[in-house]
Nanobody, 118 residues
């Protein structure tokens, strides 16, 4: 069974960089045909796809955030990381890391709450 565990700072000040890490167990992030995603849930906006990194390391990011965001991975730790620069209160929410394939989702982490406040 695949397990995903998000970790992050919880509270970030406006204009700072948010960094979130997802640690995966039960599967390798390099398993062929697997995709690894970040999804955010925020009040009034529902679920929003943030970014994807696939087993080959190819990445895709939300066009809305791409200019200040990135997704990367550390295969030695079986982790993938989301960074978001110059955060504002609109970036707050619960961030989930999610496993799946190219067009489907499988397992979700429990989510990590991010608050943006000074």
């Amino acid at each position: 069974q695949v397990q995903l565990q998000e970790s992050g700072p919880g509270l970030v000040r406006p204009s700072q960089t948010l960094s979130l890490t997802c640690t995966v167990s039960g599967d390798s992030i390099t398993t062929p045909s697997r995709s690894w995603r970040w999804i955010r849930q925020s009040p009034g906006k529902g679920l929003e796809w943030m970014a994807t990194i696939d087993s080959a390391g190819y990445t895709a990011d939300s066009p809305r955030l791409a200019s200040r965001a990135s997704i990367s991975r550390d295969t030695s730790k079986n982790q993938f990381t989301r960074q978001l620069r110059s955060v504002t209160p609109e970036d707050a929410g619960v961030y989930f890391c999610v496993s799946g394939g190219s067009t489907w989702f499988d397992d979700w982490g429990q989510g990590t709450q991010v608050t943006v406040s000074s």
